[in-house]
């Protein structure tokens, strides 16, 4: 699924512009009138970047922002605004947002923002479905295999798990070998690896 740009703007003249410079660069663009029809419409899941108006007729892009926050959304957000001051573009950055255009703005450097920004969101898309695959794989093995698993991670030796965990060292090795054919590791080091990805190297679950 394409990464989509997201524009927030209640002035309709700037929305068309927007949406038909992204049309010509062939880059999916949805458009709202308003931060509420946003929140109602658009599916967070799909990966992207917001261009959002700073002030609108009724909630405004600042308070959209700490919704989006509030939500766990990790799209980017451009704040471009007309009415853009030192202190509301520092705030906007200061709670996340990743750029703070002033309109007008020349297509060429709002497509050039634009397009850092899918990517990085496509990317970081991408890191969290190969983390979370890797935490279902986790997930599937027995407590005694986590256990051995997290062990071998530390670098252990069989002789030295077995007496640690007080079961026979022949029983390390079944566990051992299980939970490395079942998550695709080869070594300790890819052991030690996988399980700092998702976070469990120091954790007894």
Do not use: W
């Amino acid at each position: 699924m394409d990464a989509i740009v997201r524009i927030v703007d209640d002035e309709e003249t700037v929305r068309n512009s927007e949406l038909f410079i992204f049309k010509l660069a062939g880059i999916p663009a949805v458009a709202y009138s308003s931060a509420e029809e946003f929140l109602s419409r658009d599916d967070l899941s799909q990966a992207g970047c917001i261009i959002l108006d700073l002030r609108m007729m009724e909630m405004g892009g600042l308070e959209l922002q700490r919704c989006l926050q509030e939500r766990g959304s990790d799209l980017p957000i451009i704040f471009l605004t007309g009415h853009g001051t030192v202190d509301a573009a520092v705030m906007a950055l200061k709670n996340g947002a990743e750029d703070f255009l002033q309109k007008p703005v020349k297509p060429e450097i709002l497509l050039e923002v634009v397009k850092v920004h899918l990517q990085k969101n496509k990317e970081l898309r991408e890191s969290k479905a190969v983390i979370q695959e890797k935490i279902n794989k986790f997930k599937l093995l027995t407590d005694r295999e986590k256990e051995v698993l997290r062990e071998v991670a530390r670098g252990k030796l069989n002789k030295q798990i077995a007496i640690d965990l007080n079961i026979a060292e022949q029983t390390v090795k079944i566990h051992r070998g299980n939970a490395m054919h079942k998550l695709g590791l080869r070594s300790a080091l890819d052991a030690s690896a996988f399980l700092l990805d998702i976070g469990r190297l120091g954790k007894n679950e």
